[in-house]
């Protein structure tokens, strides 16, 4: 696939890729060796695969209560996420952020904790069901969300998910826990020289997710976030790509006023349509589902009354988006909504700290991943990437947790998107939030 802007493409390409760097100062590994070449332009190497002797589970056996819990704890963690963010960030600041990328890493992460550690870090989540239960329903989700978006002629909806690990190749890991990342998510494990060359495996890892985002997300992984105590990484890039199912022209497009949440005013390209959306006009605020080609996803916006967008703001919780989406009827609409694009990062060691995930940075235990106690959580950084235009949206977010040792239509309504809006790129059949974010101020890039 060519390399494309928003600005010149009638699409959109969310891209949420996350990665996970577990680190600690012991030795050994089990191994199984094979060459993998395919590095790309900056990094010429090769590694060897220590795979597990599972494949994956393509067909999981999950009842259907224990795979609503899963969809609304992710939810509602994702839901609780923009509280603690929203929070901490600055007053009147854009927000992005994928939380179902930053689940899938935590997730992968959880299947080793144990004792207070996974306790804590299931009640931060919401991950209600046991572990028994919670890998094999997580594994029917990123399975269905694999097989929305396929790559066609017109590349008009894409969706694509990869998991990968990678672990020093002289360290033992447990072989259960191989087998429950295979199994669970199709992640084999992938053998780095992180003792004697750090930052070329580094290299090596944002390799292959500049491969897997289509270069959407360069360097994810920082100077110096892996060192000789790295013992593990894990990684998964998911690659969303399509069209507006109703595209603006830009001929209607033209210039407006945006008030931003700090009071000022900013001039920006208004773009304009009138189409039947599904549509509400709730207390205190107007919503409206703009779906993507293909009718699987679509981009939610809840804008708030003027003047009310951050007490709206405040009880923003998942049975407000319950409503919102019970709520939503056919409706003709003549929209006004701004082009924007934007960059935000995150460390995220603190917020998760706040939300209540205190031991696994501290005194952690991820034994369930070398049958030690030496495993901690340092750090987790996030990235993301938001762009939207006539044709659609395009959007890039990247995780990486570190871890260390120890009929006659009706008039059209009228929405004028003018003023700081809540905005969800979300999956239609599960209501999974693939992107959330806040849009303040178009032109604070």
């Not at 854009?94 to 930053?102: C, D, G, K, R, V």
């Not at 974010?437 to 178009?442: A, E, H, L, V």
């Amino acid at each position: 696939m060519c390399d494309k802007t928003v600005e010149s493409v009638k699409l959109l390409m969310p891209i949420l890729v996350l990665s996970l760097v577990l680190s600690m100062g012991l030795f050994g590994c089990r191994s199984d060796s094979s060459d993998n070449a395919d590095q790309g332009s900056k990094v010429s190497a090769s590694f060897s695969v220590a795979a597990s002797d599972l494949g994956r589970e393509f067909n999981p056996e999950v009842n259907d209560n224990d795979y609503e819990a899963l969809l609304q704890g992710n939810r509602r963690f994702a839901l609780d996420l923009y509280q603690e963010l929203r929070s901490q960030g600055e007053e009147a600041g854009n927000q992005l952020y994928s939380p179902y990328s930053i689940s899938v890493a935590l997730a992968m992460t959880w299947a080793g904790a144990r004792g207070n550690t996974a306790n804590e870090m299931a009640d931060t989540l919401h991950f209600t069901l046991e572990q028994e239960e919670f890998h094999p329903a997580f594994n029917k989700l990123d399975l269905y969300l694999r097989s929305l978006g396929q790559e066609t002629e017109d590349e008009e909806f894409i969706l694509s998910i990869e998991n990968s690990i990678w672990g020093e190749k002289t360290y033992t890991f447990l072989d259960d826990y191989l087998d429950l990342l295979a199994v669970n998510y199709g992640a084999a494990m992938n053998l780095l020289d992180f003792l004697h060359h750090p930052d070329e495996s580094r290299g090596i890892i944002n390799q292959w997710v500049e491969d897997k985002t289509y270069g959407r997300i360069e360097d994810l992984l920082p100077l110096g976030s892996i060192d000789p105590l790295t013992r593990l990484v894990l990684t998964n890039a998911v690659y969303f790509y399509g069209s507006w199912s109703h595209q603006f022209d830009e001929e209607s497009t033209s210039d407006g006023i945006f008030n931003a949440l700090d009071g000022g005013q900013v001039t920006v390209s208004m773009m304009e349509q009138t189409e039947v959306f599904r549509y509400m006009s709730g207390d205190g605020f107007q919503a409206i589902d703009l779906p993507y080609e293909g009718e699987e996803a679509g981009m939610l916006i809840i804008v708030p009354d003027e003047g009310t967008f951050e007490a709206f703001e405040q009880t923003f919780d998942t049975e407000t988006l319950g409503v919102i989406l019970e709520g939503l009827t056919s409706t003709n609409v003549t929209i006004y909504l701004p082009k924007w694009k934007f960059i935000a990062e995150y460390e995220l060691k603190e917020t998760l700290q706040t939300m209540g995930m205190v031991d696994a940075f501290t005194a952690a235990d991820f034994s369930g991943i070398d049958g030690t106690h030496d495993l901690f959580i340092d750090e987790v950084f996030h990235k993301a990437f938001v762009a939207v235009d006539e044709y659609g949206t395009e959007a890039a977010a990247a995780t990486a947790v570190v871890v260390s040792l120890t009929a006659v239509p009706d008039p059209p309504v009228p929405l004028q998107i003018d003023r700081p809006f809540i905005f969800l790129i979300m999956d239609y059949e599960t209501e999974t939030i693939l992107f959330a974010g806040r849009m303040t101020n178009p032109e604070d890039g």
